[in-house]
């Protein structure tokens, strides 16, 4: 990822939710964070990704993550998802999808970033990079056949 930015939120009350939100919207990066939720002996890594940087990877990516890839090694494979009512966290509601584990963050009833699973994440990132990466788009494209066929043939030189 372009700029790693590590970041511990006690529980996302109060300003820390902004605070990390506003840091990922700044940069238009991806925030790595580390949630410590009361009641837990473990803390929970997801990475903040802001929700137009997130739309782009999504764009480019050719597929969607691979489900069999999800999951924590160290997460009981008989855990039930948990319910997926909101929770409202200051002026932020989450939405934890039952499904894929993302967890959509609300602001004034507006998507504005989701976290994610690290390795979904990280993944997201490189496949939309290689594609974008091969991609031309018709100006493009056409300027460079045009190029490829001004060039002299090996034989020739």
């Not at 109060?14 to 002996?41: C, H, I, K, Q, Y």
Request: glycine content about 8%.
């Amino acid at each position: 990822m372009g700029i790693q930015i590590d970041v511990v939120a006690g529980y996302p009350i109060n300003d820390e939710m902004e605070r990390v939100l506003g840091l990922a919207e700044a940069v238009g990066e991806p925030v790595s964070v580390t949630f410590m939720w009361e009641g837990r002996e473990e803390s929970e890594r997801a990475v903040l990704v802001p929700a137009a940087t997130l739309a782009l990877w999504e764009h480019w990516a050719p597929a969607a993550y691979p489900a069999s890839g999800t999951g924590d090694e160290n997460q009981a494979v008989a855990e039930e998802p948990e319910l997926a009512h909101p929770k409202e966290f200051g002026a932020f509601t989450l939405f934890r999808r039952r499904v894929g584990g993302r967890t959509a963050v609300a602001r004034k009833g507006v998507v504005v970033a989701e976290l994610l699973d690290p390795h979904e994440a990280h993944w997201l990132q490189e496949k939309a990079c290689n594609v974008r990466q091969g991609f031309m788009d018709p100006k493009q494209r056409a300027a460079f056949e045009d190029f490829l066929a001004r060039q002299a043939s090996l034989d020739e030189q």
